[in-house]
């Protein structure tokens, strides 16, 4: 066909795809129009944390992802320091979901935890918008309130340009896109087998009987280094004095400081840059600007990001811990602990 009569046939077919859907899709997923900025956090959130923390009173309270999941034995840390010990690890998590754990957990408990160590890797700490959209959008919405303004603020619109704050608003296209996602991914996922009949709850059983957690490879928590994972490098992401204002480090701090809450941040080990040689000047310059902050905020600091009594064979992919190495890192945490707890 010739391209100076197929374009403009696109170009209209494009034009009322959004004229049509910019009149159903509001309605159809009861989205106002202009549509807010930003995500729409579900006010059920998880309560779990709290709850536990009232109910077991620990002493010392760990927060991370898979690295602190496959990497750290509460058990035996709690053994090591001979003191009750809450584990809270979130695969996939980043600082959003941290700071939504110190903020709707740990700061309306009625217990307050004697330690609460953050677990984290190279600039994840002033990362905030790494990890909260697509399929880990739900990480954050399992902790958020329905308002919450400061992450609003911090991991979703100060990362979007002014064509996507224009998208968002004005083209519902653009704006339904999770929940036109979320339809899709229903109907593939209960269609057939409905025909079959087997309901949801069948379905999501037979899901769950063969991809279930206990029969997960520990390997597929972390495939390939990921776009998201390659953010964690940039120039930008280096640049410390540039990124913490717009961070929710600052946040996680503050709350810690209302509430009493004593802090400890650990930089845990990878194979992406296992020794001090290997790390780029600017991740060194970072973690000097890092340390620096956090000493004049009174919160503690512990790297083990070079610690050459980690080995590699201690590792089954750049980040994670076999078992063998996780006792290891666990003896070593629990030292670095040690004289940070009080008597």
């Known amino acids: 066909m010739d391209a100076k ?82 584990q809270i690890a979130v695969p996939g998590s980043g600082s959003a979901v941290w700071y939504l754990l110190m903020k709707n957990s740990l700061a309306e408990s009625m217990h307050v935890p004697e330690l609460v160590v953050i677990t984290f890797r190279d600039t994840l700490l002033t990362l905030p918008g790494y990890r909260v959209t697509g399929r880990y959008f739900d990480l954050v919405d399992d902790y958020a309130r329905k308002t919450e303004p400061v992450l609003l603020e911090r991991a ?32 593939v996922r209960y269609g057939l087998p409905r025909l079959a009949g087997c309901d949801e709850a069948c379905v999501d059983d037979g899901i769950e009987a063969v991809f279930g957690r206990e029969r997960l490879d520990p390997a597929a928590l972390s495939s390939a280094v990921d776009a998201a994972q390659q953010s964690m490098f940039t120039p930008e992401a280096f640049d410390f004095d540039g990124q913490v204002e717009r961070s929710l480090l600052p946040e996680i701090i503050r709350i810690a400081d209302e509430r009493g809450i004593r802090l400890v941040f650990v930089r845990l080990k990878t194979l992406i840059y296992p020794t001090l040689a290997t790390e780029p000047p600017a991740m060194r ?3 000097r600007a890092l340390e620096a902050y956090l000493a004049a905020r009174g919160a503690e600091f512990l790297d083990f990001s070079h610690d050459e009594r980690l080995i590699s064979a201690y590792f089954f992919d ?25 008597p």
């Open 285 to 287: 310059m970072y973690m």
């Open 318 to 342: 750049e980040m994670h811990f076999t078992t063998g190495g996780a006792q290891a890192f666990t003896d070593l945490l629990a030292q670095g602990l040690q004289p940070i707890l009080r």
């Open 156 to 187: 979703y619109l100060n990362q979007l340009n002014g064509l996507e704050t224009a998208a968002e608003r004005y083209v519902p296209l653009f704006s339904a896109r999770r929940e036109i996602r979320e339809g899709l991914d229903r109907d």
């Open 5 to 86: 009569r197929t374009f403009p046939l696109y170009a209209w077919m494009t034009a009322g795809l959004l004229l049509i859907t910019s009149f159903t899709l509001p309605g159809h997923f009861d989205i106002p129009y202009p549509a807010p900025v930003g995500p729409e956090f579900d006010a059920a959130q998880k309560i779990g944390p709290q709850q536990y923390l009232e109910l077991h009173k620990p002493a010392l309270v760990l927060i991370g992802d898979s690295q602190l999941y496959l990497g750290v034995d509460p058990e035996q840390l709690s053994r090591n320091l001979g003191v009750e010990t809450y």
